[in-house]
C-alpha cells in the first residue's frame, strides 16, 4: 500500500471468484460477495506475516481467503449458517482451513485470537430474502436504521475486547442511497468507530463503471466507491496541560469535584504512566449537576454517554446507571482534554471498562 488516500480496484480472475456453483446456492445469488482484491492490500500492510486476521461479518469467506494468499492466518464469524458452510467450501478448494464459527458477536466469540479485524458490514436497507424470526441478529433484517448502528456498536465494542493493544480494526461501508437521499451510513459508522477506537484515516476504494450522463440537477451518482476505515486500538493521549487549564476553568466557575484514578497518581508520580482522561467525582446534587453539563456544552465539550451523543439535562439516576458522562474537547492544534464525570458515592465501586 502506498500514501494515496485511493484504491483503484480491478475485479478478481476467475480462480479468485466465488465459484458459480456455490453462488447459485445463495438465495442472495452471492450479490454482497467482496472482492479479493480489496482486501488484499489491507492484509498485506495491517497485518505482518503469521498474524491472524478476523472478519466478524464473513459472508463467503472473501476476506479469509485474501489473508490466507497472503500468507497470514485467518478465522471469521457469520451469523448465516448456509453461508458459513459456502465459505468453508469455498475455502477448502483453495486448501485453506480457517476456523468459521456459526453466529454473532458479541453473543459467540471469535474462533481463534486475532490481531487485525479486517471486514464490510452488511448493509442497511438490504432487501434479503430470509425471515427476520429465522436469524435474530441478522443484520441485513435490521428494520431500523438507530437500531442497527447500536447493534454494530455492540458488536465492534467485542471486537476491541478481544483485539491486543496497537490492533486495527479496519471496516469497509459505503453511504447509500435509500429513497432518494444520501444516508451517511459510513459517516455514522466511523462516528460510531470513534467511540471504541482511535481513528487512524481512510482510503478511498474506486471501482470503475461505466460513466452515463447525468440530467442538469439530477443528484445521484452512481456511487461507486466506499470507504475504508482505519482505526486503531490505543489509550489516545489527552493533552495535559490542556486538561489542567480545564479543570482550573471549572474550579474557577465554582464548581466542586474530587480528582482520583490515573490523573491524581500522575499528579503525585510523573513517573507513572499518563493518565488517559482525568476522573471527576461529583456531589450527590442534580441542578449543581445539571449546571456543570450546560456550562460544559456550551463550551463546546462533546458530551456522551457509553458512546451515545448526549445534550443536557441528564438525571442522576441515569447517570449512576452508566456509571459516567464522558465529556471531550479537542482544539484546532488536535490536543484532547476528556474528563469523565461521575458521583462521589460511586467512587469505591467498580466501574465497568470504559465503553
Ligand atoms: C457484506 S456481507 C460479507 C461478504 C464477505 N465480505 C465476502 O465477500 O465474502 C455481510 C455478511 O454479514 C452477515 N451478517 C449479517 N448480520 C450479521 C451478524 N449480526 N453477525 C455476523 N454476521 C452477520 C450476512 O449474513 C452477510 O453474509
Known sequence: MDSRSWLLLEPD?????????????????????????QMRPFVRHYAAPGARV?????????TLLAAALEGRDACGLEID????????????????????????????????PFDLC??????????????????????????DYEAYLRRLRDLFHAVRDALPEDGYC?????????????LPLAWDLARVLGALFVARDERLLCYRREARPLAPGDARSDRSHEYALVFQKQRERVCLDSTRDA????RDAGFAFDLYGSYPRWLADPGVREPADADLLLPDDQAEFDRLLWWLHE??????????????????????EHWYVRA???????????LDLSLADQAGRQTPAAR
Open 170 to 182: 479496519i471496516v469497509m461501508a459505503e453511504n447509500l442511497n435509500l429513497d432518494g437521499r444520501l
Open 54 to 62: 478476523f472478519d466478524p461479518f464473513c459472508g463467503f469467506g472473501t
Open 81 to 112: 449458517p448456509a453461508r458459513a458452510q459456502l465459505a468453508r467450501e469455498r475455502l477448502h478448494r483453495h486448501g485453506i482451513d480457517a476456523p468459521i464459527a456459526t453466529g454473532t458477536l458479541p453473543e459467540t466469540p471469535a474462533p481463534a
Open 13 to 37: 480472475p476467475p480462480e479468485l471468484r466465488l465459484p458459480e456453483d456455490l453462488r447459485a446456492r445463495d438465495p442472495f445469488g452471492g450479490r454482497d460477495c467482496g472482492w479479493v482484491a
Open 247 to 250: 479543570l482550573q476553568a471549572l
Open 328 to 338: 471531550q474537547r479537542r482544539d484546532r492544534l488536535g490536543r484532547l482534554v476528556r
Open 118 to 143: 479486517l471486514t464490510n458490514v452488511p448493509y442497511f436497507g438490504c432487501r434479503w430474502p430470509g425471515e427476520a424470526d429465522a436469524q435474530a441478529g441478522q443484520l441485513y433484517l435490521e428494520r
Open 299 to 320: 463550551r463546546d465539550y462533546a458530551l456522551s454517554l457509553w458512546g451515545e451523543p448526549l445534550r443536557p439535562p441528564l438525571r442522576l439516576p441515569r447517570l449512576r
